[in-house]
C-alpha cells in the first residue's frame, strides 16, 4: 500500500463503436480475433511481470501453483523450485516453457478443477497434478503434504502426529433477537415445504429452527416454489422465504411468474432494513444511496400489489403471535400471497439494544420452548426440573427483542430490574 495524495481519475466519455458495442453475429465473430489477440497480449505481459515469480531451489521436482495454494507449497517445500504464476488465465506460457524445461518432474498444485494441469497439456508439457490431490475443498498445507508424500517427493512421517484434542462444534447461529427467527419459528410450525434462499437466514435451515428445505441460488427460492406448486405433488403448504435485498436483487421476475402461473404459495419477503449478509450495504428498500444520501423508498407492498398479488400483509417480526396468524392465513389462501415480515436488523446499521431478560428460575419448567428459538443469549443453566436443564439468558447478548417470553409458557422470562441490567 501506497500513501499519498488522491488522484481524480480523468473523465472518459462514451466511445462510439458501432462494432464493438452492438454485439450483433457478425460483429461477435469480427471480433473474436480481436479478444484471443488481447488474451496473448496479456498472457505476454506476465511472462515478463514481477507478479510471475520463478523462485529456484533444489531439486529435479518443478512446481508450478497459483494464489493461496503457493503458500501451502512453500510452507511443505521450502527448498523446491517454484513458478508462481500471477494467474490462472491466460498463462505466460514462455515462462512456463522455460521452467519446464529445468526440471525432469512438474507436479501442478491447484485448487478444484486442473486448469492449469490441462492447459499444459495442450502446451505439450507433461505434468502431474490431480493425481495427488483433491478435486473437491479448498487446500490446506496437510492435504499438500499428503500430495507430495503420494506423488514420491518427500517422505511420510516416522512417527505418528500426536493426537489432537476432539473440537467441540459450533454451528452458526442467527443474531441475538434476529427479527427473522419469528417467521421460520411460524413456517416451521405450519410444517410447511420451505424454499429459501442467499442470505444470513439461510442459517434457518439448521438445528434448531431447521426450517428450510431447499436453497439454490440467489433469487431462486420463489421460482421453486413455483415448480413445486405446479408439479401438483407437494401436500403442504409450499412458502417462499426471500431477504428484502435478494428480493430486488433477482426475487421480482419469479414473482410475477408466480402470479402469472397462478401458483399456490407463500412468499415471506423477510425485510430488515438493510443488506445484512455482507457488511450492511444500503439498497433501493432502505431509503438512502450508497453514498449515504437520501432516497426513494421502494414499497414491497405496492410493488407486489402492481404485480398482480391480491393477498398482501405486512407484520411486526416481534409479534409472534400476529406472525403466526399471518402465514397461516397467507398459506390457506388459494393464489399467490404475500407476507412482508417487517423489523430492522439488530446489528446494521446501527447496533439495537434494548432492556435485557431474565430467566426466572424459581418459574422455569425446562420445557426448552426458548431453546427452540437458537438465539445465541439463551443457553442451560445448572437449574434442574424432572431431570432436565433450565436455562439461563447473558444479559450482555440479549437485546430484550422478547421472542423468548412470547414462547415461554410459565411467564419464566421477564424484564430485568433495574439495578441488574447494569
Excluded at 94 to 120: C, D, G, M, S, Y
Excluded at 303 to 320: P, Q
Excluded at 322 to 343: C, F, H, L, T
Aim: charged share 25%.
Amino acid at each position: 500500500m501506497r500513501l499519498g495524495e488522491r488522484g481524480e481519475a480523468p473523465e472518459r466519455a462514451f466511445i462510439d463503436d458501432f462494432h464493438k458495442n452492438v454485439t450483433l453475429p457478425a460483429h461477435a465473430r469480427a471480433n473474436r480475433p480481436k479478444v484471443i489477440a488481447r488474451e496473448e497480449k496479456v498472457g505476454a505481459y506476465l511472462d515478463d511481470s514481477p507478479l510471475t515469480r520463478v523462485e529456484e531451489g533444489k531439486g529435479d521436482v518443478g512446481v508450478i501453483t497459483v494464489g493461496m495454494a503457493y503458500s501451502y507449497v512453500r510452507e511443505v517445500l521450502p527448498d523446491a523450485p517454484v513458478l508462481k504464476l500471477a494467474s490462472s488465465w491466460p498463462l505466460p506460457k514462455e515462462t512456463i516453457r522455460a521452467f519446464a524445461k529445468k526440471h525432469k518432474r512438474i507436479i501442478v498444485v491447484e485448487e478444484l478443477e486442473p486448469l492449469i494441469e490441462e492447459q499444459l497439456a495442450i502446451m505439450g508439457i507433461e505434468a502431474g497434478g490431480k493425481e495427488f490431490f483433491p478435486r473437491a475443498g479448498e487446500l490446506s498445507p496437510e492435504i499438500v503434504r499428503a500430495g507430495f508424500i503420494k506423488a514420491g517427493v518427500i517422505e511420510p512421517p516416522k512417527t505418528k502426529k500426536p493426537a489432537e484434542p476432539e473440537i467441540v462444534p459450533r454451528p452458526p447461529l442467527l443474531c441475538a433477537g434476529c427479527p427473522h427467527i419469528s417467521s421460520y419459528m411460524a413456517v416451521r410450525a405450519l410444517d410447511a415445504r420451505v424454499c429459501g434462499d442467499i442470505g444470513c437466514y439461510t442459517l434457518a435451515a439448521i438445528e434448531p429452527l431447521r426450517a428450510i428445505d431447499t436453497c439454490v441460488a440467489m433469487g431462486a427460492s420463489i421460482g421453486n416454489a413455483v415448480g413445486l406448486a405446479k408439479a401438483g405433488t407437494e401436500t403442504k403448504p409450499i412458502i417462499a422465504t426471500i431477504g428484502d435485498s435478494t428480493f430486488l436483487h433477482s426475487g421480482i421476475p419469479p414473482l410475477i411468474d408466480a402470479v402469472y402461473m397462478k401458483a399456490n404459495i407463500t412468499v415471506i419477503i423477510l425485510d430488515n432494513h438493510i443488506t445484512a449478509m455482507t457488511g450492511g450495504q444500503d439498497n433501493a428498500a432502505t431509503g438512502v444511496s450508497l453514498r449515504g444520501e437520501p432516497a426513494e423508498r421502494v414499497d414491497f407492498a405496492k410493488i407486489c400489489k402492481a404485480i398482480g398479488v391480491k393477498w398482501v400483509r405486512e407484520t411486526d417480526s416481534y409479534d409472534l403471535g400476529k406472525m403466526y396468524q399471518d402465514i397461516r392465513e397467507a398459506s390457506e389462501y388459494k393464489g399467490v400471497s404475500v407476507v412482508i415480515s417487517n423489523r430492522p436488523c439488530v446489528l446494521d446499521p446501527v447496533r439495537i439494544r434494548g432492556d435485557a431478560l431474565e430467566v426466572k428460575q424459581e418459574a422455569c419448567v425446562a420445557c426448552q420452548s426458548c431453546m427452540n428459538l437458537g438465539c445465541p443469549a439463551i443457553s442451560w443453566s445448572d437449574g434442574m426440573y424432572d431431570g432436565h436443564h433450565k436455562v439461563k439468558i447473558d444479559k450482555t447478548l440479549c437485546i430484550g427483542c422478547s421472542l423468548c417470553a412470547q414462547v415461554c409458557p410459565s411467564n419464566a422470562i421477564q424484564a430485568m430490574a433495574g439495578e441488574e441490567r447494569q
